[in-house]
């Protein structure tokens, strides 16, 4: 199982590493800044517990380059029985907060089991697809969604976690497409998903949360000031409009510690960082995601087989989702749905399973070799 030689050091991809570090690093700076003490208001230490849990992950992510990556296709099953098993476990005996009950509490330890499930389907789901010959009828396509994502997709939905249950979906199809679709499939999911909208539409409506239903309503009229509706989305353009072409200046934006921007140092820290550094400040941080994401592919193009290929191409499409929905809701393009920014938003949960993801990432690429063995 485990395998090291002078070879992963090679091909250890150093860039995909330091990317990771940087962001990373600039979201405990941006933390820190959001959640600062005013005067002799005192703040949780956001800052501190987000430095520990990535010095954790840093430890797990190398951990996880040294064996070989063909096991988790062998594990893939298991992993993801698991991973069904702790979202069921959350209804028996997790914990809720903010409307929803999506926390597991072991001792002083709370985590959120959906974000490791996310990894362990892509997993199960790459293993899956890599082991079909040829393209993607629809039968084969359809059975595959129900018997891999209908499940999961219902527990996250009731939980809620809507954000999770788009990722998943999404990931399906886009694995899917990847893997081989015939076209005549995918002209035909077009057009039922295209006639099917309304009535989906209604069925979806229905049976979203109260606060769930704000949210997408402050999306679609960001003007209305009733209650919160639309205030956060606001705000969020007003802290990222403030920053101008080169920012306020680190520790000089006002609108985190003040408190005028909820959730400043999880799902919108985009915006306290876009103060603080501006268009300028936001355009390096876009280009280090940029670098990120074209080393993603380039290590699924240069795979050594099927299920490293699309592990390391699923892996890539959830930061790219990550990346695309969080930035978009910040800037009011995209309804709240409750995603991170990748590495920088504070949770620990979520970064060490998202540096456990750029270990399978590093550990694919550094593999590639044993294709000439």
Known sequence: MFNIDRRLLKNFDIIILATVLIISLIGIMTIYSATRPIGDEAQPAFYIKQGTWLALGIAVMFLSVTFDYIWLGRLSFALYIFGVALLVIVFIAGRIGLGAQRWLSIGPLSFQPSEFFKLFYIIYLSFKFSTIRGQLDAVLLFKLFFTTTFFPFLLLIEQPDLGTAI??????????????????????????????????????????????KSRLIAFMYPESTHSTIGYQINQSKITVGSGEIFGKGYIHGTQGPFRFLPEKHTDFIFAIFAEEWGFTGSFILFFLYFVFLMRGLETALKAREDFGKLLALGITFMFLIYFTINVGMTLGLMPVVGIPLPFMSYGGTALLSNLIAVGILINIKSRRFELFH
């Not at 015939?182 to 606060?211: C, D, H, V």
């Open 167 to 212: 990722i998943i979906t999404t990931l399906f199809f886009l694995i899917a497409i990847a893997k081989g679709i015939q076209r005549k499939i995918a002209i035909l999911l077009i057009i039922i998903t295209l006639i099917s909208m309304p009535f989906l539409g209604n069925i979806f409506w229905g049976g979203l949360k109260e606060y769930q």
